[in-house]
């Protein structure tokens, strides 16, 4: 089956540090990869769709500025928290879909805390 | 904007059957997923709805009717390990990109 992993699964970081987060496509390729926050008890809320080769694109209420998404490959997607806060300290899911069907594959999550 | 509502939880007994509702409002519709999800986990998928009726698969079976924007999860022969949160999420063909969004969620105490 489909599986997508992501690095690391769990990260504690000084205010004002920037955490890079991987999210990997291991046996498919995925034109597009979602970035998903989730807080304790509360439900995912997409914070962009990131397509390989062109610029991310983010909901509304998501500072770009943020929250960097790169998408170089077709197995490989980062989202960087720069300049991190502790409001932002939350789950950080991804997913990819393969396009064939309509099921989107998630990553485990990373945890992020921010001191 | 994007609404979707399912009520926040649920308690039943092992062996019994709970419906879960979810109600939606998007500006596009493609279908109604179901995903899976424990404590500290990443939610995983359960059933897809593109078309109205009834999806079965194994224990779980999906509904959808478009008409009504409403669609429920019906979980039978509950076991203590579907003790999860539960969220629909709908996917939404605007802008080319097929985005999910995801319910409130709907947590499922399962007891002895």
């Known amino acids: 089956g489909a599986v997508v992993s992501q690095h690391p699964s769990w990260v504690i970081c000084k205010s004002g540090t920037s955490v890079k987060i991987e999210c990997r496509s291991l046996d498919f390729q995925a034109t597009t990869m979602f970035w998903y926050r989730q807080f304790p008890k509360q439900s995912l809320m997409l914070m962009a769709t990131?397509?390989?080769?062109?610029?991310?694109?983010?909901e509304q209420g998501v500072e770009k500025d943020k929250f960097l998404i790169n998408h170089a490959s077709l197995t490989l997607s980062t989202l960087t928290v720069t300049s991190a806060h502790p409001e932002d300290s939350s789950f950080y899911i991804c997913?990819?879909?393969?396009?064939?069907?309509?099921?989107?594959?998630f990553g485990p999550g990373t945890r992020l805390t921010v001191l | 904007g994007q609404s979707l509502e399912q009520p926040s939880e649920v308690t039943a007994v092992e062996g019994a059957i709970v419906q879960i509702n979810c109600t939606y409002q998007?500006?596009?519709?493609?279908?109604l997923s179901w995903y899976q999800q424990h404590d500290g986990g990443a939610p995983t998928f359960l059933s897809y709805n593109a078309l109205d009726g009834l999806e079965e698969t194994g224990r779980f079976s999906s509904f959808l009717s478009r008409s009504d924007s409403y669609g429920y999860l019906l979980l039978q022969e509950l076991q203590m390990k579907d003790s999860a949160s539960y969220f629909c999420a709908v996917r939404d063909p605007s802008d080319n990109f097929n985005k999910f969004y995801f319910g409130s969620g709907t947590k499922l105490n399962v007891k002895p």
């Open positions: 990131s397509n390989e080769g062109s610029k991310a694109t983010y």
């Open positions: 998007t500006s596009g519709f493609y279908g």
């Open positions: 997913s990819a879909r393969t396009g064939r069907n309509n099921e989107q594959f």
